[in-house]
C-alpha cells in the first residue's frame, strides 16, 4: 500500500508542519498567532483601512460565544478560539469554494484541527454538543461581518446566515479590524490566558 506524501509547510518558529499527518508536537502558538493575523476573512472584501483577521474574526467568536454562555468553561473558551486555527497554513477558503473543493479540503482541515487541540490538551475531536455551539457563535458573527464589513443587506445575511440574536454593543467594538499586529498580540494573548485558566 503506497504511503500518502508528505507535504511540509516551514514556518517561522523553525518547525515544518506535514499538512496530510500533522504532528502536535510541530504546532506552535506563535506561528498560529503570526499566520491566523494574515489571513483576510471575506477574501479581503472588507472596508476599514486594515483586513478583517482570521485571528480578529476568532475573537470576535469567543465574545459572542461568552454572551451566550457566560459560564463558558475554560476547555471550550479554547476550543472557540481554535476553531479556525487550521488556517494559519491553508488559509481562509470561502463556504462556495469549500463545497466544490468536497471532501479532500475537509479531511486536511480536520486532521490540522485534531493536532492543534491535541496540541493545547484538549480532544482531538470536540463533543457534537460543542460543535454545535462553535456554529451557532460562528454564524452569528459571520451575519455581523457580512453586514458592517463586507456590504451585504441584512436580508441578503439572514438568507445565508439565519436570522441574528440580540448581542450587546460591546460586541461591535470586536468589528473595526486592527493593525495585523494588534490582531496576532491580542489573539495570542487570549490563548494564553485560556490555557493558563484551570478547568472548570
Not at 53 to 78: K, N, T, Y
Not at 93 to 121: M, N, Q
Request: glycine share 4%; proline share 8%.
Amino acid at each position: 500500500m503506497a504511503k500518502e506524501p508528505r507535504v511540509w509547510q516551514r514556518m517561522l518558529s523553525g518547525r515544518r508542519l506535514d499538512l496530510l499527518n500533522p504532528s502536535p508536537l510541530d504546532v506552535e502558538l506563535d506561528d498560529i498567532a503570526h499566520g491566523l493575523a494574515r489571513v483576510a476573512r471575506w477574501n479581503g472584501q472588507t472596508e476599514g483601512s486594515h483586513i478583517f483577521s482570521v485571528a480578529q474574526h476568532s475573537l470576535l467568536v469567543e465574545a459572542i460565544a461568552s454572551h451566550l454562555d457566560p459560564d463558558m468553561s475554560s476547555p471550550w473558551r479554547l476550543a472557540v478560539l481554535l476553531h479556525d486555527a487550521p488556517e494559519y497554513v491553508i488559509g481562509d477558503i470561502i463556504s462556495p469554494f469549500k463545497a466544490v473543493i468536497g471532501d479532500a479540503y475537509k479531511a486536511v482541515e480536520g486532521r490540522l484541527l485534531a493536532a492543534i487541540h491535541l496540541h493545547f490538551g484538549l480532544p482531538a475531536e470536540p463533543s457534537a454538543v460543542l460543535k454545535r455551539f462553535i456554529k451557532r457563535a460562528d454564524r452569528q458573527a459571520a451575519f455581523l461581518e457580512a453586514t458592517k464589513l463586507a456590504g451585504f443587506s441584512r436580508e441578503e445575511a439572514i438568507k445565508i446566515f439565519g436570522r441574528p440574536e440580540p448581542m450587546p454593543r460591546t460586541i461591535l467594538a470586536y468589528l473595526d479590524p486592527w493593525p495585523v499586529a494588534e490582531a496576532q498580540e491580542r489573539y495570542r494573548e487570549r490563548i494564553l490566558a485560556a490555557t493558563a485558566a484551570p478547568p472548570s
